[in-house]
């Protein structure tokens, strides 16, 4: 069975990964996301569900430290789980892991944000111009005009 990881960081990104909820768990999924009070609600409803360290670039002092942490925990969830597929919707959370994913073979597949409708997020414009992701969508056609080549998807929701 396909291996497919579906990562994100908490909050809006994960609401609308988990709008993939009639899929997931058709494969051999991992679910991974950022350890919070309202996260840990999910290990009811999904098996295969770890955690990152939560932190947002918004902590200027803690957030590099937190960051080089989520790497190194990435890296252990990686071979723990060895994914032919990742899939996320960002932010900073799934970084390190798509970065993994793609050194070691793994397909990613990025989601941009619903949230945007005419600028481009961080994440997702490395993903774009670093080639990370094997399949770009973006859920507004609008959003074809900041990314080119990326893949008109509609909405998650």
Avoid at 18 to 45: G, P, V
Wanted: hydrophobic share 40%; net charge positive; charged share 20%.
């Amino acid at each position: 069975m396909t291996k497919v990881m579906f990562i994100s960081s908490t909050g809006g990104h994960l609401n609308e990964l988990l709008q993939l909820d009639s899929i997931i768990k058709d494969y051999d999924y991992s679910l991974i996301t950022e350890k919070t009070k309202a996260n840990k609600k999910l290990k009811k409803k999904y098996k295969k569900l770890d955690f990152l360290i939560y932190g947002t670039k918004d902590h200027k002092l803690s957030y590099p430290f937190k960051l080089l942490a989520n790497c190194f925990i990435s890296l252990y969830l990686y071979f723990k789980y060895q994914p032919d597929y990742i899939v996320t919707t960002g932010a900073h959370t799934a970084g390190p892991m798509c970065c993994i994913g793609k050194i070691f073979g793994s397909k990613v597949i990025y989601i941009e944000t619903f949230a945007n409708i005419r600028s481009r997020t961080i994440t997702g414009t490395l993903f774009y111009k670093f080639h990370i992701a094997n399949l770009f969508v973006v859920q507004w056609k609008s959003m074809k005009k900041l990314y080119p080549k990326a893949t008109f998807g509609g909405w998650c929701f």
